[in-house]
């Protein structure tokens, strides 16, 4: 019972630090009165992974494991409660972003119960990794949600001064394994230079 105590306790301390995500700003705006936050970031992409779930597994004729999928999406950014947000456009500071948020990640799954401690670790290593196929499509479409939000708050990309090419630049190295991911950001990018949010 004491052992079963000790891991309700420190699953409780987990889930109390995982509401610090709510308050993470990134760089793309959910309205124009605040900031995205993390947490619906994460949500976000766990929500877009499903709803193109059946295209991408026609398109790569296998079935999915949605589930660590969901996972991945929703813990991904997790690091970010101790290493904040770096955005994509800020070069200088995702130097040493992996090192940072491997530390992060390191520090705040070190609590969990063993079981739960090494299923994130290991889903946070094939995240990073970028080598399965589920890790690809929520990177992917973790790419493509800062484009997403910037288009529909019509905060465009001038405070970064990017342009098409650029924006190709960043996007299509993460998202060009996959047609499914390429269309959903060719309707995107045509809606963004429609409204001359980019040029």
């Known amino acids: 019972m004491a052992y079963m105590d000790k891991n309700i306790d420190s699953i409780y301390d987990f889930i109390k630090l995982c509401t610090e995500l709510k308050k993470i700003e990134r760089a793309v705006d959910a309205t124009p009165q605040r900031r995205e936050n993390s947490a ?10 499903w709803l193109l779930r ?3 597994e026609q398109e790569f004729d296998t079935q999915l494991d949605l589930e660590k999928i969901f996972k991945m999406a929703l813990m991904h950014d997790l690091v970010e409660i101790k290493s904040g947000d770096i955005s994509a456009w800020d070069h200088a500071g995702r130097l040493n972003k992996k090192e940072l948020e491997d530390k992060a990640a390191q520090e705040i799954f070190s609590d969990l119960p063993t079981m739960l401690r090494k299923e994130l670790s290991l889903l946070w290593e094939e995240y990073e990794k970028h080598e399965s196929l589920e890790s690809k499509i929520t990177q992917g479409l973790d790419r493509l949600s800062g484009t997403l939000q910037r288009l529909v708050s019509n905060q ?3 405070d970064v001064k990017a342009n098409i090419e650029s924006l190709d630049e960043m996007q299509l190295p993460r998202i060009g394994f996959s047609k499914t991911l390429t269309k959903l950001y060719a309707k995107l990018k045509k809606e963004a230079l429609d409204k001359e949010l980019i040029n």
């Open 54 to 56: 059946n295209e991408l």
């Open 156 to 158: 465009g990309w001038s």
């Open 40 to 49: 619906e970031h994460s949500w976000s992409v766990a929500l877009n992974c």
